[in-house]
């Protein structure tokens, strides 16, 4: 992993549970751990009202790759000014 660490908690259940920190400053962004609504393990972010499971996830990703791609095609290669 390039910019992000996974760390497995002490066992409060009977699932595993992974705290997801940064690895520049160690801030943890929030966790793994089963979500038994959904019976699946999901992302939950550190304030507990936001959960993402590996298809989320997946469609945000394909949508930051769309816009990406978008932006390589409007600068054809050219740095974008800023300002």
Do not use: Q
């Not at 690895?23 to 999901?42: F, N, P, T």
């Not at 550190?46 to 990703?61: E, H, M, S, V």
């Amino acid at each position: 992993m390039k910019y992000l660490c996974f760390e497995e908690l002490e066992a409060e259940t009977k699932t595993k549970k992974f705290a997801i920190k940064t690895k520049r400053d160690g801030i943890i962004l929030g966790y793994v751990k089963w979500y038994s609504l959904w019976r699946r393990y999901c992302f939950v972010t550190i304030d507990a009202r936001i959960i993402f499971d590996a298809g989320c996830l997946a469609d945000i990703k394909d949508f930051i790759d769309k816009l990406m791609e978008e932006r390589k095609h409007d600068f054809n290669g050219r740095k974008p000014k800023r300002g």
